[in-house]
């Protein structure tokens, strides 16, 4: 067997810089791209280092110690970060998550947490602070983060047999100690709590019942997420994936449930109620049911360049503009213009390509511009 190389330092580095465009954009609260999607959530990632290794994100075989992190230099400050995210919300985003990687990684959070709560939408109002964690450092955390302006927290959990969750974890963490953050996440005040399980036929798909035998009736919303071909690492195939139609009808066969309605425009996660009033499950079908027609999400690398799309080949790099003597209304301008030029729809795409379609093909990776 061949040693199997992948250059994913290049793959960062794959980028079209952000340029001014001659006729600048003023913003009035909503821009729109070619396919009349406007923007409204932000999703930015704060570093691309975790401290688990789960073989569908960061693989221990690829992301091992000889691993080239991101220099401290390269990340973006969080004064940089708060200017950008600034314009995104002169444009009419309303929403903004932090990912990582594991975010909590990064030294002194709360502080960026403080001035992206500063800041306000285009019609005055506070916006939607949100973070997605494994869970890790979440009980010794989750006080600090209420406290400078987090509202909510996504925990990502694959299961509750800790023996299943250590081996996917790959860095033996038990899953009592999520468990503890969440339930420190709860007391803190952050939430509404959602837990996200990516389900993977043949390694977690038997966690399915008991995920949602243990947070019925808890006030969290746990969410199934189809196994996606993210990036290039995680050796995806589809027979892997277990379309999220099946997750609903082993879940129904025991806990019925009944169909509920989006909560937002552009929600990802298709929404069930238990027929007992005693809580919900969402699925979110990114494989087998796309839901590009109305994805509003933009992202944005812990270096400064803006993705729009999760299954993106190439950012633009807005870092040169922010660390150069671009003014914030030619930030705003460059910021309106890439998304004016986006026609992504990967996932409607994929439904109609062979199998082999994709193959070679390099995407960014999740564990750099999160999920």
């Keep these: 067997m061949s040693e199997r190389v992948i250059p994913l330092i290049d793959q960062r580095l794959v980028s079209v810089p952000a340029r001014i465009p001659q006729i600048g954009t003023t913003p009035i609260g909503r821009v729109g791209d070619q396919l009349g999607r406007p923007l409204r959530d932000l999703r930015i990632s704060v570093t691309d280092r975790c401290n688990f290794r789960c073989s569908y994100c960061m693989p221990k075989d690829i992301f091992d110690k000889d691993y080239p992190y991101l220099p401290h230099s390269s990340l973006l400050t969080f004064e940089e970060i708060t200017r950008v995210a600034r314009q995104f919300v002169a444009h009419g985003v309303q929403k903004i998550r932090l990912t990582g990687g594991e975010p909590l990684l990064r030294k002194n959070l709360e502080i960026l947490i403080e001035q992206l709560a500063a800041l306000r939408t285009v019609e005055g109002q506070p916006l939607d ?86 947070f019925k009736g808890t006030g969290i919303v746990l969410r199934f997420i189809e196994y996606m071909d993210v ?90 503009l922010i660390r150069g003597d671009a003014t914030d209304e030619q930030l705003a301008s460059a910021i309106a213009a890439i998304w004016q030029g986006r026609g992504d729809r990967y996932s409607e795409l994929r439904a109609s390509l062979p199998p082999e379609a994709g193959a070679g093909t390099r995407r960014v990776e999740m564990s750099y511009i999160g999920g």
């Design 231 to 320: 990036g290039a690492t995680n050796g995806w195939r589809m027979d892997e994936v277990l379309p999220s139609a099946e997750v609903v009808q082993r879940i129904h066969r025991e806990l019925p449930l009944v169909q509920l309605g989006a909560s937002a425009p552009g929600e990802t996660a298709e929404r069930w109620g238990y027929a007992d009033g005693s809580g919900e499950i969402g699925v979110i079908s990114s494989v087998t049911q796309a839901f590009c027609s109305d994805c509003n999400r933009a992202r944005l690398s812990t270096e400064g360049q803006l993705y729009l799309c999760l299954f993106a080949s190439q950012g633009h790099d807005l870092r040169h």
């Design 129 to 214: 602070i949100t973070l997605t964690t494994n869970g890790s450092l979440l009980a010794r955390k989750a006080l600090a983060l209420k406290a400078a302006g987090l509202q909510r927290v996504t925990v990502s959990l694959d299961g509750l047999d800790d023996t299943i969750f250590r081996a996917m974890n790959d860095v033996d963490f038990p899953v009592a100690d999520v468990l503890d953050g969440i339930a420190a996440a709860q007391a803190a005040g952050l939430g509404p709590i959602k837990v996200n399980m990516v389900v993977k036929r043949g390694t977690n798909d038997h966690e399915i019942l008991p995920m949602a035998r243990h």
